[in-house]
């Protein structure tokens, strides 16, 4: 009986989306939507175009992505505390 390997993620990947969810906060900053393209993303993210489309469809995509894990970061913090019957969130900072 030999267990199943516990599967890891692989940090190259996280790498890829950490560089590029960071270059679309950075780009957001300075330009307005319509003026970032998907070659500024991956020049700012130091990835290459293919490797941008291996990932997402669209920047569109990127920034949903972004939206969704920034979501989870603020679920993750939230506790649902039992008070009378219902849930109160409440935020760990």
Do not use: N
Not at 49 to 77: G, N
């Amino acid at each position: 009986m030999s267990a199943t390997p516990a599967i890891r993620p692989d940090r190259r990947i996280d790498r890829t989306q950490r560089a590029l969810t960071g270059a679309m906060l950075a780009l957001l900053q300075e330009r307005d939507w319509a003026e970032i393209s998907v070659q500024a993303l991956c020049d700012r993210a130091d990835v290459a175009r293919a490797t941008f489309y291996a990932r997402f469809d669209s920047k569109q995509d990127l920034l949903d992505t972004l939206f969704r894990l920034t979501e989870d970061e603020v679920r993750a913090k939230v506790q649902p505390l039992r008070a009378g019957g219902q849930l109160f969130p409440v935020l760990h900072w």
